[in-house]
């Protein structure tokens, strides 16, 4: 029947063996945020590039309708 028992030592045996494995386990997430937030990081200043880029080319695009548009009111004005 004894060896069904756990006794004080087992337990601070078992104690000590989850604690060591929490620790590692703590140790792993620790690692695995700092490179999940250097991965982040690193994908919102490529995004933000990205999104200044589009900007810009819309603004170029936008301004070319604008003229174009400012042309053929004034070609029609000139018509009529």
């Known amino acids: ?14 104690e ?13 997430f ?3 945020e700092k490179h999940l937030d250097t991965r982040f990081a690193e994908q919102s ?3 933000g590039g990205q999104l200044a880029e589009l900007e810009r080319r819309m603004t170029i695009r936008l301004g070319g309708v604008t003229v174009a ?3 053929v009111a004034s070609a029609l004005v000139k018509l009529l």
């Open 45 to 47: 200043a490529r995004f």
């Open 16 to 28: 000590v063996r989850i604690d060591a494995r929490f620790g590692q386990t703590d140790t792993r």
């Open 30 to 32: 620790e690692y695995l």
């Open 69 to 71: 548009a400012v042309g």
């Open 1 to 14: 029947m004894t060896d069904t028992l756990a006794t004080k030592q087992d337990l601070r045996e078992l």
